[in-house]
């Protein structure tokens, strides 16, 4: 075959993985990745770069994300056509990859990629690189420019001020509405312009109202007096998940950032709300599991990164497991008394700390969505508790049954049965109060679940179990 007819025919295969339909356990990325891989194998640039010009940015950036290499990952970038579809793919690019697909650009050369995006974007993408790199980018950016992303570096990544937008769109409160709906026209610059919000002559935010609102008044109505006044605000050091939560609470589409003395600085839309959500939920879910190397750690981070963030969770269960056996030593008397008592300690262990992982799950998330607030302690606590009983009492009713049928011994049964429904009202106690009790200390009650609970609830089932049946051994044997 000519190399001309094999350039077309990579080109043909290449854009038909685009529009094809997968196989049976394959998805439509499954297979524009292993085009991308093939391609690269091969040196096709031209056939990669048709293939490019067809793609949404952050399909682009997500192939990205899955290339194996920094230099495949540069060649594919580098690929993409137009200054302004680079910068957008860089914007929806993973975190670690920024900085490798940039490693080789000249300052000027990225400047002009980040010319067509929000401050807030360019914001974010600096903050990724290198301190000098970043400078030396923003001294070639414009002067405007560069003093809006300057005023949003300024503050910490995960708070309202780190992830807002300087670009909104705000009028005086005596603006007319004719003269707000012309100069609306002219706004351009406005990241979304879902709200308008109404200052008064220090630039403090007094109202905001809708473009409905504004559409249906005389034209000669001052803003100040269709305004809606209670505007609902965060300032700029608010927590980025407490943002997320008063969006989602009061529906949302922007909300305004405001300074100490109430100077509107900037907004932050819903689709910077919606990847804050997403961080968060991360996460809590990495905390929970005792995996807390990051999300963007999972297919970059070496072993020993990753073992060594690991280890300190695996070292409490290590330690759990070591004060669990020395508690099955210390009743080594009673189980040489009563070897069927070995059966049921894994039950008793695993059905604990199971029903206390469910329970502080559930109460985890209520607190990350607001549905649950720390006064709400004792609402929850016996809600659970309740839960808790009609769970270890249909278990009990069951076990109790197997008990007798495995060894036909009623007495221990018992034993098992109220062992078991001691442990659940004990694990869900546990479960329940501590994320709270956290979160009223300040720290992240995600710490509470995941190994540190089940660990806990293996204990305090298996010390009840024994003590139990240490109590009982008459009637056992």
């Given amino acids: 075959m000519q190399p001309a007819e094999r350039s077309r025919q990579l080109e043909r295969d290449a854009l038909r993985d685009l529009v094809r339909e997968p196989d049976k356990g ?24 048709k293939m490019l010009s067809k793609m949404h940015p952050a399909d682009i950036a997500k192939v990205i994300e899955h290339l194996s290499s920094p230099k495949e990952k540069r060649t594919v970038f580098e690929l993409v056509r137009g200054e302004s579809i680079r910068g957008q793919v860089l914007s929806e690019m993973d975190a670690a990859d920024v900085p490798q ?28 690189l290198p301190e000098d790199q970043a400078k030396e980018i923003l001294h070639l950016m414009r002067t405007e420019d560069s003093s809006e992303v300057e005023e949003i570096l300024k503050y910490p990544k995960d708070t309202a001020g780190g992830i807002m937008t300087t ?52 034209p000669g109505t001052p803003l100040k007096n269709i ?23 009061y529906n949302l589409l922007a909300v305004p950032v405001v300074e100490k003395d109430h100077t509107l600085v900037g907004i932050i839309t819903v689709d910077d709300v919606v ?112 839960i808790g009983l009609i769970l270890s009492v249909a278990c009990a009713v069951l076990l109790t049954g197997t008990t007798w049928i495995w060894h036909g011994h009623w007495s221990l049964g018992a034993v098992v049965g109220v062992s078991l429904i001691i442990a659940f009202l004990v694990s869900t106690s546990m479960a329940t109060v501590m994320p709270i009790l956290l979160k009223r200390l300040g720290v992240d009650p995600a710490v509470a679940a ?28």
């Fill in 275 to 386: 990847d804050v959500i997403r961080e968060e939920a991360t996460e809590d879910m990495l905390k929970m599991a005792g995996a807390a190397e990051g999300g963007d750690a999972l297919l970059r981070s070496s072993s020993v990164e990753a073992a060594r963030s690991r280890l300190p969770w695996l070292f409490t269960n290590l330690v759990g497991s070591l004060v669990s056996g020395w508690i099955l030593w210390f009743f080594r008397y009673t189980i040489q008394e009563v070897v069927a008592i070995v059966s049921f300690i894994p039950v008793i262990a695993a059905m604990g700390g199971n029903v206390g992982l469910q329970s502080s799950t559930l109460i985890i998330r209520g607190l990350a969505t607001g549905s649950i607030e720390s006064s709400d302690l004792w609402k929850v606590f016996f809600r659970e508790i309740r």
């Fill in 26 to 49: 394959q998805t439509k990325f499954d297979l524009v990745l292993a085009s991308f891989q093939r391609l690269l194998r091969r040196g096709a640039i031209s056939n990669m770069s």
């Fill in 101 to 128: 697909v940039l490693a080789d650009i000249p300052p000027a050369d990225v400047a002009m990629l980040l010319r067509d995006l929000g401050k807030d974007d360019v914001a974010y993408l600096l903050g990724l």
């Fill in 227 to 249: 305004m809606t006044r209670d505007v609902i605000s965060v300032s700029v050091d608010t927590d980025q998940e407490e943002v997320a939560r008063l969006v989602a609470r």
């Fill in 167 to 218: 670009e909104f769109f705000s009028l005086p409160e005596d603006t007319t509405a004719q003269d707000a709906i012309r100069r609306l026209q002219h706004a351009t610059d406005a990241e979304m312009v879902f709200y308008i919000y109404v200052t008064d002559k220090n630039d403090r935010l007094v109202g905001v109202l809708s473009l409905r609102q504004l559409l249906t008044v005389p």
């Fill in 450 to 477: 995941g190994p540190f609970v089940t660990t806990a609830n293996d204990i305090s089932g298996i010390t009840i179990y024994l003590t139990l049946a240490t109590a009982l051994l008459d009637y056992l044997k």
